[in-house]
């Protein structure tokens, strides 16, 4: 499967934004979709995973923040971020791991998209 991210852009503390992550390839439903974000200097971390049954995962750092959700129908994949904050400043990767486990690691990840560059500004 390939993935393309996208959606990122300069936001205020406090406001929203919506990433897409759009996949090409058979049978995106069984795959598990994953979010993580590098920040410069630093290594990346996990974000988010929705599982193949749908089922949704997130790291400490974002829960109550931020949704995974997954169109199925459109091969896509969406992280919702609300209350954002200037240390969610990354650029955001999503990946997908063909075993539809959605696990807080890179290495449960196959494949991984291109990144989309996420500045909050405070």
């Known amino acids: 499967v390939q993935l393309q991210a996208s959606g990122g852009g300069l936001v205020q503390a406090g406001g929203s934004l919506r990433l897409s992550c759009a996949a090409s390839g058979r049978a995106f439903s069984s795959y598990g979709i994953g979010w993580f974000r590098q920040a410069p200097g630093k290594d990346r971390e996990f974000v988010a995973a929705?599982?193949?049954?749908?089922?949704?995962y997130y790291a400490n750092s974002v829960k109550g923040r931020f949704t995974i959700s997954r169109d199925n129908a459109r091969n896509t994949v969406y992280l919702q971020m609300n209350s954002l904050k200037p240390e969610d400043t990354a650029v955001y990767y999503c990946a997908a791991d063909r075993y539809g486990s959605g696990g807080g690691f890179s290495d449960d990840y196959d494949s991984w998209g291109q990144g989309t560059q996420l500045t909050v500004s405070s």
């Open positions: 929705i599982r193949s049954d749908g089922s949704p």
